[in-house]
């Protein structure tokens, strides 16, 4: 309970107060933090530190921060200028295995953004995801094969302007994205083979999947996959997501990447969706690991913004950080 009041008081004077975005941000992964790792309902359990299990669940996370500042005053000619840059990457699970049952759930956040030159200058956002996924299997008389069906959904946290600016301050700047504008999200039934517990090959052969754009002034500018005129797309096909983990050096380095591709069965079957990510975590010291995270993403109905013309169009997308993160095991 006493936590419990706590978090509450927490809440209310970072978040609810707070004045600006980044740092509610900021004050929400802490006190997600707080909240996972002071509840009274973990506290009361049996927790094997060995295998970090709580009952039947597993749960764990990490916080990897990204900050960057340079100072100059009176510069000499050609030397650059001010910035400062921060971010983060937060990621938890909490996975429930018993008898035939498998439930796997991922929570993970990517946050940054830079700021260069003085204070008339905004702050432009580097990179912006949030993502909730969840599998639930049930295992029949085959050890290897499971009846499953995962929910997958991704949207962003901030507001984000032409040029990918957080203010729109002058109020000439379009607004390109918000939280839920836009929003993807899929269902797919099917069946999850694991040969190994290090591989999982799932496949649905009638996976629903939506692209959502809440804010209809946003919806109006069509770069996220939305027909002329409406603020949705709704696809039914088929998806195959592999999954590979594994651990090498004596489990200092672990290495986590999935494959996912979908076919819409109505629209273009033969032009696959992809989103490919691949996080390689090498252990520094107790708690503490080197991360670097690499994501290749492509879709015909999503705009990305093309290097060559600053234009949006079809193209594939790939992102890449190299951070330290903070390691948490409960």
Do not use: C
């Amino acid at each position: 309970m006493i936590n419990s009041m706590i978090y509450k008081i927490y809440l209310h004077l970072f978040i609810v107060n707070s004045k600006y975005k980044i740092m509610r941000f900021l004050a929400f992964v802490i006190g997600l933090g707080m909240l996972l790792t002071t509840s009274d309902v973990i506290a009361q359990e049996t927790v094997d530190t060995t295998t970090t299990e709580v009952s039947d669940w597993k749960l764990g996370g990490g916080i990897g921060f990204d900050f960057a500042q340079l100072l100059q005053i009176n510069p000499k000619p050609g030397a650059g200028d001010n910035r400062i840059g921060l971010g983060g990457l937060s990621n938890w699970f909490a996975n429930y295995k018993k008898d035939n049952i498998n439930w796997e759930n991922n929570v993970s956040l990517q946050l940054s953004a830079q700021k260069v030159g003085f204070a008339d200058t905004l702050f432009i956002k580097n990179l912006d995801v949030f993502r909730f996924n969840s599998k639930f299997g049930f295992k029949g008389n085959n050890e290897k094969l499971f009846v499953a069906a995962e929910l997958q959904t991704q949207t962003l946290l901030l507001n984000t302007y032409e040029g990918n600016v957080l203010r729109n301050r002058d109020g000439d700047k379009q607004l390109i994205a918000k939280f839920l504008s836009p929003l993807t999200a899929s269902f797919s039934p099917g069946l999850d083979y694991k040969p190994k517990a290090n591989l999982s090959v799932f496949y649905s052969p009638i996976s629903y999947k939506l692209i959502y754009v809440n804010d209809p002034s946003v919806a109006a500018l069509n770069i996220h996959g939305n027909p002329v005129g409406e603020q949705s797309l709704r696809q039914m096909g088929s998806n195959l997501k592999v999954v590979y983990t594994n651990k090498f050096f004596e489990e200092k380095m672990n290495i986590n990447s999935s494959l996912d591709l979908y076919s819409n069965y109505l629209m273009n079957p033969q032009n696959l969706d992809i989103l490919w990510k691949t996080d390689i975590n090498i252990q520094l010291i107790k708690n503490v690991s080197l991360n670097l995270v690499t994501e290749l993403f492509y879709d015909d109905n999503v705009s990305v913004i093309l290097d060559s013309t600053g234009e949006p169009g079809v193209a594939l997308s790939f992102t890449e950080a190299l951070l330290i993160k903070y390691n948490i095991l409960f």
